[in-house]
């Protein structure tokens, strides 16, 4: 079984400042770590995703994550955020060695850039 | 190169009706997933089908609900019956291969808002 656990139901950030978003996961098997953004009533698209080789992934929009085996993480940052960052983020896991099944979601974090 | 297609993107029934949410993976995709958001919630699993197989179906509620991915057309989500609490987001996601590689990237679809009166 996996769980995903997003610290974080809200972060207000000022525009320009930098912003890391807290996701930390479990699972007894290997996992790929995906983080996805939702704008208000649209559907999720992808930002970033880790499957193997570098721990330090970039995404879409200026986003990067890092994955840190040891702590079981997977943090979103980005150096600097505009208004139009403003959605919802969500951390995801997804087995890794076989087997069917989907991903598994965090609650979300509301990421909410005030200018 | 169209993405995940789901139709429709809000639907309105009243209480005992049925609701019927369509999803037309991307084009290469054999495999299709069904996840529900509730409000203030995250996603949730529901249903990972290939054509004509139900492979993990242990996010479905017990009853009224069912979910097919036929040879021919696009996937349907059945909810028979509705109740107040299934209102609702609906995502279909899609991806190339079930697991392994690049190929298992999932991609999401706009999402089918299902408010039952």
């Known amino acids: 079984a996996q769980s995903v656990t997003q610290l974080d139901s809200q972060v207000p950030v000022f525009e320009e400042a930098p912003v890391e978003l807290r996701c930390n996961y479990s699972?007894?098997?290997?996992?790929?770590l995906f983080w996805y953004v939702q704008y208000p009533n649209q559907g999720l698209q992808l930002l970033l995703k880790?499957?193997?080789?570098?721990?330090l992934v970039k995404g879409i929009n200026g986003f990067e994550a890092e994955f840190n085996k040891s702590q079981t993480s997977f943090h979103l940052r980005k150096p600097s955020v505009h208004i139009s960052d403003t959605a919802e983020y969500f951390c995801?896991?997804?087995?890794?060695?076989?087997?069917?099944?989907?991903?598994?979601f965090g609650k979300g974090t509301h990421l909410i850039i005030q200018p | 190169n169209a993405g995940v297609m789901q139709n429709p993107r809000h639907l309105v029934r009243r209480r005992g009706q049925e609701a019927r949410l369509r999803c037309s993976p991307m084009?290469?995709?054999?495999?299709v997933y069904w996840y529900r958001q509730l409000p203030e919630e995250g996603l949730k699993f529901m249903v990972y089908?290939?054509?004509?197989?139900?492979?993990?179906e242990s996010g479905m509620p017990k009853e009224r609900f069912s979910a097919e991915f036929p040879k021919e057309g696009p996937s349907i989500l059945r909810i028979q019956q509705v109740v107040r609490g299934d209102s609702a987001a609906y995502f279909c996601?899609?991806?190339?291969?079930?697991?392994?590689?690049?190929?298992?990237?999932?991609?999401f679809g706009e999402g089918s808002w299902l408010t039952v009166v």
């Open positions: 996601a899609s991806s190339q291969t079930g697991t392994g590689g690049s190929g298992n990237t999932i991609y």
């Open positions: 699972s007894s098997v290997s996992v790929y």
């Open positions: 880790y499957l193997s080789g570098s721990t």
């Open positions: 995801a896991v997804r087995n890794s060695g076989g087997g069917a099944d989907g991903l598994t």
């Open positions: 084009k290469g995709h054999s495999h």
């Open positions: 089908l290939q054509k004509e197989n139900i492979i993990d």
